[in-house]
């Protein structure tokens, strides 16, 4: 079969293993890092387009594994003529929304850098373009959709500032959208491998879940066997009290200490398989699976049972347990990257020509424009920071690796809005308490992977937007965002090409005296361990699992793939079972998160909450911080 990715990969390979077996040390930092940006990443290539490897891609994460898992960090760096007002350590939306943030309060006339260790910026916000027979169709690389419902005014106000339409974005997608409504109309596709042969079974799962709609019925039409069949109902209909032993008034108790993989399994009946079936939402919001999360938790990620713990009263009609606007959230095509180009497009008009009015989704961005010598406001990508000091208490200096040289800058404040776990490496001067805090949280591994289908015939057969595909490799399967926003339009006819969008959690099954950071961990170690041979083996193999019977065939379909890898994914976010009860502002996030001289930390892990508001929240009180 022809490969779909770059030849990089053996490098990766090669790069990643060295790595995990403690043998990156045969090269340097410097070493490693040229050799990356010697194979394929070079300087104002345009990134959103590059396939293949993407998110934490060869060359972004090398010289941050060599300081955070030995210590090593260059010797001498070259200290540049260049001086800075800020200078901001990450280019996501936390790091980007500082920039912003910081340049109104300062003055319009602020100098600051902006380095990031990727070859593009937003972070977890990544854009992933393609161009087929004649169309540019759009993927979303990592952070999705904009949570207004969740929002306060000070995010909504920012975003509506830099540009975002939040009634024209929730206009804009086509209904019946699965990653936009969950409650719309789509599949649950079993695997041979688990379930015996490949089917689809098409329904309104997430509101059948919640007991609204002939739910037997479509229990029944999974052909389980006849224990979980009966679990299932009983569990969705809310008629066995599974609690009947324990009071009333400790099931709050239990359903916060109890993994409702546990629950499933003892109180209700089901066999593994069965478990699984209720999985797929929960992995996508928790990156774990059931046995990881606590009964109470699972319910926001729509897992059946909520009538069983919370019996809707008699007097509640189906109609009324439904409220549409309490789970849409605006989406943007590429996802919350267009928030990334936002910010940046407002940071350097210059990227794309000064037209700010012209449509974010479309326009071209001249990565040649993003570090240049006469602006006010710089982003240098490839630049991965390793150590930033407070010289005294009006200057501090940040050091960076970049295209294989060791430099510094210095600025009179800095914002460290990267990885939280890796900053305690970058500020040896960091009290040892608050490299603790700082080092707590672990952040939650995953895959986003985008498949270009030259001929989407069989995918669009179905008339759905997404599956849920429990114990598949791929958890939750979806079209592309289909958001026709200005002069952006979704192909859609049936012989158009296509974008399909596919989640990967490779997290371990929670086991007895391991917490979900351990299992994080093992996840995030297995991840980088995976070829992309491996990953598009896994993928072609679902699509052909799920459409083969539709007429899918992958040499025919699949122009391309790019695999969105993120080993430090969302932020870590506090679970029943793994974490304490902190007393309010004695969190790890809450007390790693203070500043230190001129330097302070922004990132959604200094909110302990993976979202664009959090990210947002978080760089608003470190420019304050700053600046008060």
Not at 79 to 92: C, H, I, Q, R
Request: aromatic share 8%; with cysteine.
């Amino acid at each position: 079969m022809k490969k779909r990715h770059p030849p990089l990969i053996t490098r990766r390979d090669f790069l990643d293993g060295m790595a995990l077996s403690g043998g990156a040390l045969a090269l340097s930092p410097l070493q490693i890092f040229a050799e990356s940006a010697a194979h394929g990443h070079t300087p104002h290539a345009y990134p959103p387009s590059l396939t293949g490897m993407r998110g934490n891609h060869p060359g972004s994460f090398e010289v941050a594994h060599a300081l955070a898992r030995e210590g090593q960090r260059p010797d001498e760096f070259d200290l540049l003529d260049e001086t800075y007002d800020l200078v901001v350590v990450g280019a996501g939306i936390s790091g980007l929304t500082a920039a912003y943030l910081f340049r109104k309060q300062y003055g319009p006339t602020a100098k600051i850098l902006i380095l990031d260790n990727h070859d593009d910026f937003g972070g977890h916000a990544k854009r992933n373009e393609f161009s087929a027979q004649g169309h540019m169709l759009l993927g979303a690389g990592g952070s999705l959709n904009l949570e207004q419902a969740t929002m306060g005014e000070a995010e909504i106000s920012l975003l509506e500032e830099i540009g975002v339409n939040f009634t024209e974005l929730r206009e804009s997608v086509e209904p019946g959208y699965l990653i936009h409504d969950p409650m719309s109309r789509h599949g649950i596709y079993l695997n041979r491998a688990i379930y015996g042969e490949d089917r689809s079974v098409l329904a309104d799962w997430n509101l059948l879940w919640a007991g609204i709609g002939d739910f037997e019925d479509a229990i029944r039409s999974l052909n389980l066997s006849k224990a979980d069949e009966q679990g299932l109902v009983a569990l969705v209909s809310g008629e066995n009290d599974f609690l009947e032993d324990i009071p009333l008034k400790d099931r709050e108790r239990f359903a916060r200490t109890t993994s409702y993989a546990t629950f499933l399994r003892e109180r209700v009946g089901l066999s593994e398989q069965g478990i699984k079936i209720t999985e797929p939402w929960v992995k996508a919001l928790h990156c774990a699976g059931a046995e990881a999360v606590s009964i109470q938790e699972v319910f926001r990620a729509g897992a059946p049972g909520l009538n069983t713990l919370m019996p809707m009263a008699d007097s509640e009609g189906e109609e009324a347990s439904v409220d549409p606007d309490a789970y849409r959230y605006p989406i943007f095509p590429d996802g919350n990257a267009s928030v990334a180009r936002l910010l940046v497009r407002q940071l350097i008009p210059a990227v794309v020509g000064g037209d700010l009015a012209q449509n974010v989704v479309t326009s071209q961005f001249d990565y040649s424009r993003l570090d240049q010598e006469d602006a006010l406001v710089r982003l240098r990508l490839n630049s991965t920071v390793v150590n930033a000091k407070n010289l005294d208490d009006q200057q501090v200096e940040i050091a960076y690796v970049s295209k294989g040289k060791a430099q510094a800058v210095r600025a009179k404040h800095c914002i460290l809005a990267g990885y939280g776990g890796i900053v305690p490496h970058l500020c040896p001067e960091l009290p040892e308490a608050q490299k603790q805090h700082l080092a707590y949280g672990v952040k939650a591994p995953f895959i986003c992977t985008n498949v270009l289908l030259r001929n989407a015939v069989a995918v669009r057969k179905a008339g759905v937007s997404g599956y849920q595909c429990p114990g598949s490799f791929y958890s939750l399967f979806a079209s592309a965002p289909p958001v026709n926003v200005g002069d952006f339009r979704v192909p859609s006819e049936s012989t158009d090409p296509m974008v399909v969008w596919m989640l990967h959690v490779p997290t371990p099954q929670v086991t007895n005296g391991m917490s979900a950071r351990d299992a994080y961990r093992l996840g995030r170690h297995k991840l980088l361990s995976m070829s992309f041979d491996e990953i598009e083996s896994a993928t072609l193999g679902q699509l052909a699992g799920m459409f083969g019977s539709a007429g899918f065939d992958a040499d025919r379909d699949v122009e391309a793939i790019t695999v969105n890898r993120w080993a430090h994914g969302y932020a870590y976010e506090y679970m029943d079972l793994h974490d304490p009860d902190w007393p309010e502002g004695e969190a790890p996030h809450e007390l790693g998160r203070k500043p230190i001289g001129r330097i302070a930390i922004a990132n959604s892990d200094a909110e302990a909450a993976a979202y664009v508001q959090t990210a947002m929240k978080a760089a608003r009180r470190a420019v304050s911080e700053l600046l008060a």
